[in-house]
């Protein structure tokens, strides 16, 4: 793989590194164990409807504060050169939170609650200085493929703790704990520890190089909010770059929805939860060899054009979850999830990445992940006011279509260096 001068392989593998460090949280934390155990053990008091209400307001105080603090942070990381500064602070800030989940007791879900949602917000966070530091790593004509080599990592990293987990949770006494409940609790700690491991490499390995004018940490961060008002602004006056991040908004929640949505929706399906874990697991390991393929199809017929195929393959998902009717299926379907999830967000992010000015990548790059964080909300809420008015979780999925649809209709103006429009 090559790399930028300055930058050796190993340092890109530091980096893709981050991803397999950090997907341990999406995985076991935010997708798997913690709506459960929410339910289930820390507001054991409360109804369902006042779980899953909780829940909806937990993600969408986290994903509001990422949304605000993004661009804000990200313009201090460029003018400050702060990008694994603020990344190392986020990483601490998203493993102290998981870790307090395990010392957290029964019924306390207001506590557990604000440990979840810290911990939701130095992950999100970390992810934009993370994101940003890809044009530090490679050269634009390899990122794709080091983009595609965090994510595929990412899946395998995540994939492979995640059935750890599982299998401690079913067999307990294998790893000398007394129950299942013991077995999750231990299973937070573990994510903290493997974060914060694993992201070792990319602190002493990624090279960041100092801005022409040294900037003090403080005098940046004031710069960086006086940037919050111009930097929409700024990114408005690269049409392409906004007309992709309005494609990016639209289709990525509808990813996202599906993601945080999909054992939910099982479980209103009466699939059993070993049922519904093992389909994130099969989604995780189908992952990880998919978004190398991906991204290899993506040399050959253009990131944008590889974009579209993922998108269409979500359009089919979401269709087949309509008429979806036995564990099975379920797994059919968590397979073919898996072949595009990570490819669409990793291709995301490389296409991105070209559009975009290189010196100005921690400040645009805060943009695009707030775009994500807004994004992250719409989706759900789509999803809940269909199932109100319909009456049917099955009619409710549908109008995930809308995002898709729409950000293809957006994404068929962009542009790309060398790209002809459509």
Known sequence: MNSEPGQQPRGVWAWALYDWANSAFATSVLVAFFPVFFARYWGESLSGQQSTFWLGIGSAIASLLVALLSPALGAAADQGGLKKRLLAVMTALGAAGTAALCWIGPGAWGWAMTAFVVAQVGFALGISFYDALIVHVCPPEARHRVSALGYALGYLGGGLLLVLHVVMTLHPA?????????????????????????????????????????????????????????????????????????????????????????????????????????????????????????????????????????????????????????????????????????????????????????????????????????????????????????????????????????????????????????
């Open 174 to 422: 294998w790893f000398g704990l007394p129950d299942t409940t013991a077995a999750v609790r231990v299973a937070f700690a573990c994510v903290a520890v493997w974060w914060v491991i694993f992201s070792l490499p990319l602190f002493r390995r990624v090279q960041e190089p100092r801005p022409q004018q040294a900037v003090p940490w403080w005098s940046a961060a004031v710069a960086g909010v006086r940037e919050l008002l111009t930097t929409l602004r700024r990114v408005r006056s690269y049409p392409q770059v906004w007309t992709f991040l309005i494609a990016y908004w639209l289709y990525i929640d509808g990813v996202h929805t599906i993601a945080r949505m999909a054992v939910d929706y099982g479980a209103k399906l009466g699939f059993e939860t070993n049922a519904l874990i093992q389909a994130l697991v099969i989604t995780q390991f189908v992952g990880f060899p998919a978004t190398l393929i991906m991204a290899r199809f993506a040399g050959r017929i253009g990131t944008r054009n590889a974009l579209f195929a993922g998108i269409l393959v979500y359009v089919g998902v979401t269709l087949w979850g309509f008429f979806l009717q036995t564990e099975a299926q379920f797994y059919i379907m968590a397979a073919v999830i898996g072949l595009v999830q990570g490819a669409v967000q990793a291709l995301s992010r490389s296409y991105y990445s070209v559009l975009i000015p290189a010196d100005r990548a921690g400040e645009f790059f805060g943009f695009y992940n707030m775009m994500g964080k807004f994004a992250a909300v719409l989706g759900p809420v789509l999803v809940g006011v269909s199932a109100v008015l319909t009456g049917s979780s099955r009619v409710s999925i549908l109008s995930i279509l809308i995002l898709f649809v729409g950000g293809m209709v957006c994404l068929a103006r962009v542009r790309g260096p060398g790209e002809r429009t459509r």
